[in-house]
């Protein structure tokens, strides 16, 4: 399950994001920069508001002395904060850095923040892990230059996320996110999305949080019990003949036609080595939700596109069937989508096209049984 992180700068921040169901509440002054410090008597104010009700966590600015930096820390965790969060340097010195806060990893979860602009070095992981630390996180460091799937593709943000699941690290993404990137996050399994700017009115991250805005985010975030909840009524009207079964009246169709792209594929030996132009229409149909003019409502053709990408990074493939069932499997990945259509085609082997064409369904019983 993935959870949501809201960066607030007061107490009464920290209200609104708790009022609509943040998980983490995380302390941070935007008009610092990505990871800007609060005053230490701030995030106390936060954390006696807070209660307990959520988490925590607060941002240290890592001096570049060890003794300093156990200090900055050492009074960062007497505020009562549960995380602690700082920027990973980009030195030499930076596993060095690391063991020196290991010894702290018993009494407070350390995130260490790397930035996606500014070439991060995920080799540096293992040595979070060996400290005994609770988590990485992926934010951008200038959020004028894009947004953190800009910067990254969303395979490059799932092998990080990967990484971190092996190396038992907490993942968590941020930077610059928008509503619609969400659901295009959450296929990569991180345990953490973090938001500051999308929580706030027009955007604006160095503005207020605005109640619409963070409700927006959360409920793009499915929880477990939402999810187990609406399943579980669903099926129960279903079994009771009180509704028809999932049909064609109540879903939407979200297409990708004519998606032509230049990839490694095929079974000859001539195939190796060289792309050729491959083509892909997708149709996935979706559970309609009745909401107009809405994020919530959509699903994102972004997402298909995502799914292709990701496929494409792996290298050559020698059947177009293969890329056909990878495909149709991760586009069912999404709970909304019932069923998926995927045509692909080589588009340089003959005077047409030559393909594959398949649909897969996502049957009753797996609709039941996974509930996140």
Same mark, same amino acid.
């Given at each position: ?28 002054? $935007? ?7 609060? $005053? ?48 990973? $340097? ?35 992981? $293992? ?246």
């Amino acid at each position: 399950m993935t959870l949501m992180l809201a960066s607030v700068l007061s107490r009464e921040e920290a209200e609104t994001a708790l009022a609509y169901g943040a998980d983490i509440i995380d302390c941070k002054d $935007p008009a610092r920069g990505a990871l800007g410090a609060l $005053p230490l008597e701030q995030v106390a104010e936060i954390v006696a508001g807070v209660n307990r009700r959520r988490p925590v966590s607060a941002v240290v600015d890592l001096p570049h002395d060890v003794a300093q930096a156990r200090r900055a820390f050492e009074d960062a965790i007497k505020t009562g904060v549960e995380y602690v969060k700082f920027a990973l $340097p980009a030195t030499p010195d930076a596993d060095q850095m690391t063991a020196a806060l290991a010894p702290l990893a018993e009494r407070v979860k350390l995130v260490a923040v790397l930035f996606a602009d500014l070439r991060p070095d995920f080799a540096r992981l $293992p040595a979070l892990a060996r400290a005994g630390f609770h988590g990485a996180m992926l934010d951008t460091a200038h959020k004028e230059n894009g947004r953190l799937i800009d910067i990254m593709t969303v395979g490059a943000l799932s092998e990080f996320t990967e990484q971190c699941r092996e190396l038992r690290l907490a993942a968590g993404l941020a930077g610059a996110l928008e509503p619609p990137d969400v659901p295009r996050l959450l296929v990569t399994g991180a345990d953490v999305i973090g938001f500051r700017g999308a929580l706030c009115a027009h955007g604006d991250r160095k503005s207020a949080l605005s109640a619409p805005a963070v409700a927006l985010i959360r409920d793009l975030i499915p929880t477990r019990r939402d999810l187990v909840e609406e399943m579980a009524a669903e099926w129960s009207l279903i079994a009771r003949g009180f509704i028809e079964p999932p049909g064609v009246n109540d879903t939407d169709c979200v297409f990708l036609h004519d998606y032509i792209v230049p990839m490694e594929v095929g079974a000859y030996a001539h195939e190796y080595g060289h792309t050729q132009r491959v083509r892909f229409n997708v149709d996935a149909e979706v559970t309609r939700i009745e909401v107009s003019d809405d994020m919530r409502a959509v699903f994102s053709y972004d997402v298909i596109m995502d799914a292709i990408k990701m496929i494409l990074s792996g290298g050559h493939i020698a059947m177009v069937e293969t890329i056909a069932e990878r495909l149709a499997e991760s586009v069912l990945l999404h709970e909304r989508v019932r069923s998926v259509t995927v045509q692909v085609e080589k588009l340089d082997v003959a005077p047409g096209a030559v393909g594959v064409k398949i649909r897969r369904e996502r049957h009753a019983d797996s609709r039941r049984s996974k509930p996140s």
